[in-house]
């Protein structure tokens, strides 16, 4: 039995950890949108040990760049504390890289002028040529430089995502 459940725990490791090794790759920013006042964790691999977490306070907000994707988690390698009450500039808060679940992830809408198309291509078919800047929209996943979204017309990819926590992107 002991032997059983060593080598189910060997291959799960294994397997996860060749999983992290080749997400696919993204070249974004997205926000952090988890309110928990203790802050929010940033994993060594989907799932593992906890390297960091990030704190806000106040207008603050936190930027990640996110590099790759794989399943539910995003690989990062910053972070930026954006305090529009504070200094101009951003303060790296994290150098990676790390892991966030996409359930702590989001962007606070679109830019203006902004289109969604029906796949991660600029010169594809398009799902919403001029969605309004404040739509709202949820995260779905990453490639390239196109963030997935979900919006009112459905599920597209966008370039042109807004992570301002503030004021609108219009």
């Keep these: 039995m002991r032997g059983r459940l060593f080598v189910a725990f060997a291959i799960s490791m294994l397997g996860t950890r060749a999983h992290a090794a080749n997400p696919q790759m993204c070249n974004v920013v997205v926000d952090i949108t988890d309110n928990d006042p203790k802050g929010t964790n940033v994993h060594a691999t989907p799932g593992g040990a906890i390297l960091a977490a990030l704190k806000s306070s106040g207008d603050a907000w936190i930027e990640v760049h996110v590099t790759g994707q794989e399943r539910d988690w995003y690989r990062i390698d910053r972070a930026n504390l ?23 992830l989001g ?3 679109l830019q203006g002028g902004s289109a969604i198309y029906r796949d991660h291509d600029a010169k594809g078919p398009l799902l919403d040529a001029h ?4 739509e709202p929209v949820t995260l779905l996943g990453c490639w390239g430089e196109f963030l997935k979204v979900r919006s009112k017309k459905g599920v597209g990819w966008t370039r042109e ?8 992107c219009v």
Excluded: K
């Excluded at 954006?82 to 359930?103: C, K, M, N, T, Y």
């Design 82 to 104: 954006i305090d529009p009450g504070g200094s101009a500039e951003e303060r790296v808060i994290f150098r990676g890289p790390g892991w966030l679940h996409q359930s702590v």
């Design 107 to 109: 962007v606070s809408g």
């Design 131 to 134: 969605p309004s800047g404040d």
């Design 161 to 168: 995502a807004c992570t301002n926590m503030v004021t609108t």
